[in-house]
């Protein structure tokens, strides 16, 4: 069975510092990975996917995440966060024919 | 302009009166599928449908109907809704269903926040 957790549910940082949101999984299968934002009143958008090519991962908006098969961890990060970054953002695991599996969201703040 | 559509976007209700939310896509997707989402749960599958006629149930599919006549449209029905209902919905679409389990990326509506008195 799938499962993923995000370590933390709020995550806060000032604007310009690094960003790292932690995800870690559970899979029977080799996975595919996904980092997912959600902004206010929108749907979800589509940041990076890992589907077993390189295991740095980049995405838009500066955020990449890097696959640790040792260590069951898709942990997302970005050198400089910007205001406009702060959203809620999901980790998604899926398996072969599985739904997706969506963790529970870690929503960030960007301090000025 | 690529885009999933939900219909309405807000909703008040009371318990017991029949409604359906609808979903329609752009993209000749093949793949649709319905989500709830709940503070501290994410969000949670209901419903999914691999193509038109073809449908299945999620994670939580207890009250609720789909139908996948066409293959644009995906409504979600709750026959006789209660007030654990309510939540943030979330329909998507996706190009298939990968058989190596590769999914291509889902693309998602802006949501539909339905409440149940």
């Known amino acids: 069975a799938q499962s993923v957790t995000q370590l933390d549910s709020h995550v806060s940082v000032s604007e310009g510092t690094p960003v790292l949101l932690r995800c870690n999984y559970s899979?029977?299968?080799?996975?595919?990975l996904f980092w997912y934002v959600q902004h206010p009143n929108k749907g979800l958008q589509l940041l990076l996917k890992y589907t077993s090519a390189a295991t740095l991962v980049k995405g838009i908006n500066g955020f990449e995440a890097e696959f640790k098969k040792s260590e069951t961890s898709f942990h997302l990060t970005k050198p400089s966060a910007h205001m406009s970054d702060a959203a809620e953002y999901f980790c998604?695991?899926?398996?072969?024919?599985?739904?997706?599996?969506f963790g529970s969201g870690t929503r960030l703040q960007v301090q000025p | 302009e690529a885009q999933v559509t939900q219909n309405p976007r807000y909703l008040i209700t009371v318990t017991g009166k029949k409604l359906t939310v609808t979903c329609s896509q752009n993209m000749n997707h093949e793949y649709m599928s319905w989500y709830r989402q709940d503070p501290g749960l994410g969000l949670r599958q209901i419903y999914y449908s691999m193509n038109v006629e073809v449908t299945d149930k999620g994670d939580v599919p207890e009250g609720y109907k789909v139908s996948r006549k066409e293959k644009r449209n995906f409504p979600l029905i709750l026959e006789s809704p209660s007030p654990n209902q309510t939540s943030l919905y979330f329909c998507?679409?996706?190009?298939?269903?990968?058989?190596?389990?590769?999914?291509?990326?889902?693309?998602f509506g802006d949501g539909t926040r339905l409440s149940i008195l």
């Open positions: 899979s029977s299968y080799s996975p595919s």
């Open positions: 998507a679409s996706s190009l298939s269903r990968s058989r190596t389990g590769r999914d291509l990326p889902q693309h």
């Open positions: 998604v695991v899926s398996e072969a024919w599985r739904a997706l599996t």
